[in-house]
Structures are given as C-alpha cells and as structure tokens.
C-alpha cells in the first residue's frame, strides 16, 4: 500500500520519480492545478477519451478487457475506460499524481512503479488485455526498452496502444515547456516499434479538424521565446486552458462531426494533430528472442 496512512488503500507504491523529473516537470503545484482543471473542462481532454474509446473498440478490444494505463497522471482517462466498462488498473510513478490518480478511482488499483523492473505484485496482476500509453511516449528519452518493458506485460495476442502528439511542424515552446521530445508522424512512430524489436504498429491521425487551431496556437506561442518562468507559465495556459464556454462547445461539436465522419471516410493517413498507435503483440518469449542480438557464426555475414 501506499507510504503513509493517508494514502488510498488502492495505491500500491514500490518506486516513485523525482517531482522535477525532466520527462515531466510537475514539481509546480500551480502546473499540477491547471491540468486537473483543464482535464475536467477543455473539449481536447474530453475529445480525446471518445477518440481512445472508438480506437479500442475498431481495434480489438471491446470492454470489458483488461488494461494496464501507464503513465495515467491523475486518472483522468482511466476514469472514462473504467466508466466505458474496461477493466483498468494504472501505473504513475509520480507520487503526487498517483495518489490523486487512486483517489478518483477507487475501484482501480494504482502502482507506483518502474514498469521497466515491474515488482511481482504486478506481474500477478496480469497479463493484460492492453497497455495503453496516453501522451507519454514523447517525452521519454529511451522509449525503445520502455516500450518493450510493457509488451512483456500483455497476453499472447494482447495490445500496445496509445497516443503522441504529431506532426514536428507543429512544434512550439508549449512542446519544449511539458517537456516533449519530438512530435511524431506515421513513419517515425514505425521506426520506432521497428527499433524496439516489436511489431509495426496500425497508426492512424486525429484531430484533423484542430489542425489550423493548432497551427495558430504555434504562431502565438512561438518557438524559442520563453526564456523565463512567467513566460513558461504563460505558454502552458495558452495551452491549456479551456476557451470560453461557447467556443469550448464548439469545438467540442467540431471533433464529434470529425468521429462521426471517420465513419464513412477513412483518415488514418490524413494528417491531424495527434497520433494513435496500435500494436498485437506475439507472446512474451518471442519478443525476447526477437530483441535479443544475434549470434554471428562466420558462415554466413
């Protein structure tokens, strides 16, 4: 359970990150504030789960499958998979965010842990269904061994799933300030998977309707102009602040039209402002194989 008495029965914690880790600084309270706030009431956040729901479903995985959310902050997507019907557990390994992530989801156990070195708590735990990782891939420095750190954790058969933000012409000092490395696109998410001894996964866009918001968030906020914290702080509330009711719904309306156009058209290829990735994965055993360098016998180059 969790360090102290106050922590939620539902936390398990075995290891915890640094607050100001560089993957994802939320050592400022006010930075930890505004994106609670945000994930309650910006269109994008609410967007998105019904994306993650229609992606889940197209690809596979119906509820009530099992999912292992790493990454999942304060819960707020797990939330939506667990009101959808999934089975979810989460895995944060920032104390602050797990707690609150166990807190609003008290049916859910929560693990702060290494994924890369999982406790066997976990492992008993599993294997899952999915590993779904939601806006985390980009802002690992290492992403190859995280990626095959949770594949060692789903099924035979089982998913690799989640979301980066895409398209590097899109990149501001909001990506530099919430600590992104890249923004990807088809191609480089493949090369990815690719690098990690894993198989390639579907990758399909969405948001293709925010695109030309995006691009003007990206004129506003600028690249290489925040150079203090007022100006740091200034650039994540343009970002993530939710705009005023009218427009909120409006855009809430815009990306409802965009689910239900996917229907009839298919997008995948066209370029959006997020990226979803998908992955089946083979057994356990061979993914170690496969990651495992060969031997060189000088018969053969």
Same mark, same amino acid.
């Given at each position: 359970?969790?360090?102290?008495?106050?922590?939620?029965?539902?936390?398990?914690?075995?290891?915890?990150?640094?607050?100001?880790?560089?993957?994802?600084?939320?050592?400022?309270?006010?930075?930890?504030?505004?994106?609670?706030?945000?994930?309650?009431?910006?269109?994008?956040?609410?967007?998105?789960?019904?994306?993650?729901?229609?992606?889940?479903?197209?690809?596979?995985?119906?509820?009530?499958? @099992?999912?292992?959310?790493?990454?999942?902050?304060?819960?707020?997507?797990?939330?939506?998979?667990?009101?959808?019907? #999934?089975?979810?557990?989460?895995?944060?390994?920032?104390?602050?965010?797990? @707690?609150?992530?166990?807190?609003?989801?008290?049916?859910?156990?929560? #693990?702060?842990?290494?994924?890369?070195?999982?406790?066997?708590?976990?492992?008993?735990?599993?294997?899952?269904?999915?590993?779904?990782?939601?806006?985390?891939?980009?802002?690992? &420095?290492?992403?190859?061994?995280?990626?095959?750190?949770?594949?060692?954790?789903?099924?035979?058969?089982?998913?690799?799933?989640?979301?980066?933000?895409?398209?590097?012409?899109?990149?501001?000092?909001?990506?530099?300030?919430?600590?992104?490395?890249?923004? #990807?696109?088809?191609?480089?998410?493949?090369?990815?998977?690719?690098?990690?001894?894993?198989?390639?996964?579907?990758?399909?866009?969405?948001?293709?309707?925010?695109?030309?918001?995006?691009?003007?968030?990206?004129?506003?906020?600028?690249?290489?102009?925040?150079?203090?914290?007022?100006?740091?702080? %200034?650039?994540?509330?343009?970002?993530?602040? &939710?705009?005023?009711?009218?427009?909120?719904?409006?855009? %809430?309306?815009?990306?409802?039209?965009?689910?239900?156009?996917?229907?009839?058209?298919?997008?995948?290829?066209?370029?959006?402002?997020?990226?979803?990735?998908?992955?089946?994965?083979?057994?356990?055993?061979?993914?170690?194989?496969?990651?495992?360098?060969?031997?060189?016998?000088?018969?053969?180059?």
């Amino acid at each position: 359970m969790g360090d102290s008495p106050e922590d939620p029965t539902n936390l398990f914690v075995f290891e915890s990150a640094p607050e100001s880790t560089p993957e994802f600084d939320i050592s400022d309270p006010e930075v930890v504030r505004m994106l609670e706030e945000s994930q309650r009431s910006h269109f994008w956040f609410r967007a998105r789960n019904r994306q993650i729901l229609h992606f889940l479903r197209r690809d596979g995985l119906p509820p009530p499958g @099992r999912v292992l959310e790493v990454g999942c902050g304060t819960g707020t997507v797990l939330s939506a998979l667990a009101g959808a019907g #999934y089975q979810m557990a989460g895995a944060e390994m920032h104390p602050l965010l797990a @707690r609150r992530a166990a807190s609003r989801n008290p049916g859910a156990e929560i #693990y702060s842990l290494n994924v890369e070195a999982p406790p066997p708590q976990l492992l008993h735990r599993g294997p899952f269904d999915a590993v779904a990782l939601f806006d985390v891939v980009e802002h690992l &420095a290492e992403p190859e061994a995280f990626l095959r750190a949770c594949a060692a954790l789903l099924r035979p058969g089982g998913l690799l799933v989640g979301t980066v933000p895409a398209l590097q012409m899109l990149w501001s000092d909001y990506d530099a300030v919430g600590g992104h490395r890249l923004r #990807y696109d088809r191609r480089s998410i493949r090369a990815l998977f690719t690098r990690a001894a894993l198989p390639v996964p579907r990758a399909s866009y969405f948001f293709q309707f925010l695109l030309p918001g995006i691009l003007a968030r990206r004129v506003f906020i600028g690249q290489g102009r925040v150079s203090d914290e007022a100006r740091k702080l %200034a650039a994540q509330h343009l970002a993530l602040d &939710a705009p005023g009711p009218t427009l909120n719904r409006a855009l %809430a309306g815009v990306c409802a039209l965009e689910r239900l156009l996917r229907r009839a058209v298919p997008l995948d290829r066209v370029p959006g402002t997020s990226l979803w990735f998908s992955a089946r994965m083979p057994s356990p055993e061979s993914l170690r194989a496969a990651s495992r360098p060969r031997e060189h016998t000088g018969d053969r180059p």
